[in-house]
């Protein structure tokens, strides 16, 4: 098989032709582009992109019985405003594992982090950013802010209100048992405020918790040295209320309460969550 036979250079089809040209006349020529147009200097800086630089990663960290689709709506609007954002996937397995995994996600992270848990994950953002000299804040959203020693079971159990331990059903897997929402049951516990179609879907693919995941004792809290804010939710039949409002008491947090809410807030109240995601990246900028 022949190909097709060298293309000539430029300088070539120069001499072929019996041109005669000083050397640096015809470089200049051979380096002339083809558009009639100036070649582009240097882009100035966006003054937009330098903006975003200079804000806060936000990380969000799901907890039990959702994935990471949860946080669409705040996502939207974090981003709207010029933050970048990743949505971590909890494993829901354990919580010492967990809160090593998210660890090791901070590790990849530069420059400074809102930190920023829901339900299960709180407690996964508490043992996590210890040690996470760049997590400017935690933001806790309806969220377990367990003391070391405590479980997410313990203070559950610790305050009346939670439908959430007579609404499990417990599948075993090889290493254990797994916990679900009874979905009959998930629209009142975890979605009150959700409309019922979206919250059947949710019932329907909920991720399920590791019941050891749920009894992990907490290390060391990052919110004894980082500072925090809390959402409670009013109408919370996961966490009660009475417990997140103790929590961010304790923590000595800023808090924001909504009588009306469910445990899924982040979902039925998008704007408030991100206003106070937002609140804390401003606070601690």
């Given at each position: 098989m022949t190909g097709h036979p060298p293309v000539p250079s430029g300088r070539a089809l120069l001499r072929r032709r019996g041109l005669v040209l000083p050397?640096?006349?015809?470089?200049?020529?051979?380096?002339?582009?083809?558009?009639?147009?100036?070649?582009?200097?240097p882009a100035a800086p966006s003054t937009a992109g330098a903006a975003a630089a200079a804000k806060p990663t936000v990380v969000l960290v799901h907890g039990a019985f959702a994935d990471s689709s949860g946080w669409d709506g705040?996502?939207?609007?974090?981003?709207?405003?010029?933050?970048?954002?990743?949505?971590?996937?909890?494993?829901?397995?354990?919580?010492?594992g967990d809160a090593a995994y998210?660890?090791?996600?901070?590790?990849?992270?530069?420059?400074?982090?809102?930190?920023?848990?829901?339900?299960?994950?709180?407690?996964?953002?508490?043992?996590?950013?210890t040690g996470h000299a760049n997590v400017k804040a935690l933001?806790?959203?309806?969220?377990?802010?367990?003391?070391?020693?405590?479980?997410?079971?313990?203070?559950?159990?610790a305050y009346p209100g939670s439908r959430l331990?007579?609404?499990?059903?417990?599948?075993?897997?090889?290493?254990?048992?797994d916990a679900y929402i009874d979905p009959a049951a998930f629209r009142q516990v975890f979605a009150a405020d959700v409309p019922s179609g979206q919250a059947r879907r949710m019932a329907a693919e909920q991720r399920p918790?590791?019941?050891?995941?749920?009894?992990?004792?907490?290390?060391?809290?990052?919110?004894?040295t980082i500072p925090s804010w809390f959402l409670v939710a009013g109408a919370d039949q996961a966490i009660p209320p009475a417990a997140e409002l103790a929590m961010a008491q304790r923590a000595h947090g800023h808090t924001v309460t909504l009588p009306d809410a469910s445990h899924a807030v982040a979902l039925s109240r998008p704007d408030a969550v991100a206003d106070l995601v937002e609140s804390a990246a401003r606070a601690t900028a």
């Open positions: 050397a640096l006349v015809a470089a200049a020529l051979l380096a002339v582009p083809a558009s009639s147009e100036a070649a582009p200097g705040v996502i939207a609007r974090l981003e709207r405003q010029g933050y970048p954002v990743l949505a971590v996937a909890n494993p829901l397995r354990g919580l010492a998210l660890s090791s996600v901070l590790d990849t992270v530069p420059g400074p982090v809102v930190l920023v848990g829901h339900s299960y994950g709180g407690a996964v953002i508490t043992d996590a950013a933001v806790y959203i309806a969220a377990f802010a367990p003391d070391q020693g405590e479980s997410a079971l313990q203070i559950t159990g331990p007579s609404s499990l059903v417990v599948r075993a897997f090889p290493d254990g048992q918790i590791a019941l050891a995941a749920l009894a992990g004792a907490a290390g060391t809290p990052a919110w004894r």
